[in-house]
Structures are given as structure tokens and as C-alpha cells.
């Protein structure tokens, strides 16, 4: 009875190992690592650290993944004949699996060892002894087959678009000039300082942030404004017209006094002829005194 049951559980698992094969053989040259479940005493745990396994496997580009027969470790054991789960037997396993790598964990003493065996070699080409979780496990693979190459992506370009009126102005970002408005253009994540300029018109300077949307900037650019100096006329210096002296006062004062004056010396002068005491020019009557002529003369 236990003979027929060894037989059957050896055709399944050549079974299986053709249907693995099958599949492998299309793969790429990369290595293959066959992955078996951690062993420990909480199986719930352990359930979850061969998880955390398979996924960091799978995950990384250098290799492929290879999953075990669905079969207890002691069944798989004893269809390969092995006493005891060292070395020799790990490899014997990843050679069934056409495997180039077996990758076993144990938890022992609270830490989760892990072994990397190489299947050709038979021996054990590296070993983590990490903490039991999904840190120590990523960090575990990273020591055991290499970090994984990281994709770089391309940096995610902004549209941006500056559009004046009038058109033609010169549009410089960041010291650089991009081009004559409307420019239209991406470029990358950041904040640049725009400088736009045109003969006649003001500068214009603006500090943009290209983030996750799309920018245009329109700019109505303004005149510049010439402010014409102004030219004081000169002014003549105010001059005072002279008035003609014939026409002063005074000028008329002084010609009366002189005819007057000389009518009188002329009466005077005819009366001392006529031998007349007394002369009338007008209401005024002059008194000549004969013995006084020639020094003196009133007016009465």
C-alpha cells in the first residue's frame, strides 16, 4: 500500500515538472529560483513570509520566478528520497524544477533565516538572517539576489505658452530666450522668472511655476510713455515808459512861472516908462514905489 502511494505521488510530481518545464523553457535566459514555503512553528506566519517571498521574486527583473509542487515539504521530501532538508536536498529539488536557484527560509529564535542554493553547485551561495516581516524580507532579497533595477521615468514636461498683445515681443526664461510671441512650448516641473520685452512697449517680468496643469500667460504689453521736457519761454523783463517831459506836471509849472514871471517884468518895465504907479493883469494890481524900481515891486 505504501509502495503504490509512493508511486503515485513520484508520476505526479513528474507531472508536474513536465508542466513546469513546458513553461520555463519559454522564458527568458534569466535565473530561475524556485521559491519553497517558510518553515516555522506559527504556520499562519509562515503562509505570510512565503508570500512576502514570492512577491519580491516575482517582482525582480534579474530572475524568474519558479513555484514548488503543491505538496507538503515531507511529501516532496520523500518523492525525492531525501532524509534530511540539507543542502544536497534543496538542490536535488531545484534540479527537479529545472531550477538554477532554490531559495529556503526557517524561522528560527524569533529571525528568519534565508539560504540561496545554488542548484548546480550544491552548496549554499548566500544567506540573510533578517527579521520576520515584510521589511526584512525586501532587505533579505536585496543581500540575496541584488537590488532591483529601478526603471528611470521620464521627467514629466509642463505645457506653457506666452501670448502678447501686441505679437513679437521677445520671451526669455530664466536668462534664456525661448522665442518670439505666441511661443508654445513644455518644459520641465519647476519655477522659472519670465522676461518678456518689445522696442516701445515696458518689460514685462512674471514668476511662473509650472506644477501639474497646463500655463498660458497673456500679457497686454504697455506703451512706454515719453515725457517731453518742458521749454520755458523767456520773458521780456517789464520796462516803464518813459513820459515825454512836455507832458509833466512840473514842465508846466516852471513855463507858467517864466511867462508870468516875464509878463510881470515886462509890465514893470512899461510902466516905469509911462511913469504909472500901478499896473492891473487881471484881478491882480501891481504897486510900483518910484523910489524902490529897481529893487522891488508888490502885488496887491
Not at 502511494?5 to 513528474?14: C, E, Q, R, S, Y
Not at 517864466?258 to 510902466?271: D, F, Q, T
Request: net charge positive; glycine share 8%.
Amino acid at each position: 500500500m505504501h509502495r503504490h502511494n509512493t508511486v503515485a505521488l513520484a508520476l505526479g510530481i513528474v507531472i508536474f515538472l513536465t508542466a513546469q518545464f513546458s513553461s520555463i523553457s519559454a522564458a527568458s535566459a534569466k535565473s530561475k529560483v524556485v521559491v519553497l514555503d517558510v518553515q516555522g512553528k506559527d504556520p499562519a506566519k509562515n503562509r505570510e513570509l512565503s508570500a512576502y517571498l514570492v512577491t519580491e521574486v516575482r517582482g525582480h527583473p534579474k530572475y524568474v520566478y519558479v513555484p514548488k509542487p503543491a505538496l507538503e515539504m515531507s511529501e516532496l521530501m520523500l518523492s525525492l528520497g531525501c532524509a534530511d532538508l540539507d543542502t544536497a536536498c534543496l538542490a536535488s529539488i531545484g534540479a527537479g524544477l529545472k531550477g538554477d536557484y532554490v531559495l529556503y527560509g526557517k524561522v528560527v529564535a524569533g529571525r528568519l533565516k534565508l539560504q540561496l542554493v545554488d542548484v548546480n553547485q550544491k552548496r549554499v551561495s548566500k544567506s540573510q538572517t533578517v527579521s520576520p516581516d515584510k521589511g526584512g524580507v525586501t532587505s533579505a532579497i536585496v543581500g540575496l539576489l541584488g537590488p532591483k533595477a529601478v526603471t528611470p521615468t521620464a521627467p514629466q514636461r509642463i505645457s506653457f505658452a506666452v501670448v502678447t498683445d501686441p505679437r513679437g515681443a521677445k520671451v526669455f526664461m530664466n536668462k534664456y530666450f525661448i522665442g518670439n510671441s505666441p511661443t508654445y512650448g513644455s518644459y520641465l516641473r519647476g519655477e522659472y522668472v519670465v522676461r518678456i520685452t518689445k522696442d516701445g512697449f515696458q518689460e514685462h517680468i512674471a514668476r511662473v511655476r509650472l506644477a501639474d496643469k497646463p500655463v498660458r500667460l497673456d500679457i497686454k504689453m504697455k506703451p512706454v510713455v515719453v515725457e517731453t521736457p518742458v521749454t520755458k519761454t523767456p520773458t521780456k523783463p517789464k520796462t516803464t515808459a518813459s513820459t515825454p517831459v512836455w507832458k509833466t506836471w512840473w514842465f508846466w509849472t516852471i513855463i507858467g512861472a517864466v511867462v508870468v514871471g516875464g509878463a510881470v517884468a515886462g509890465g514893470v518895465l512899461g510902466a516905469r516908462a509911462a511913469k504909472k504907479t500901478s499896473i492891473d493883469y487881471g484881478g491882480v494890481r501891481v504897486t510900483i514905489q518910484p523910489n524902490n524900481i529897481g529893487h522891488d515891486y508888490s502885488f496887491r
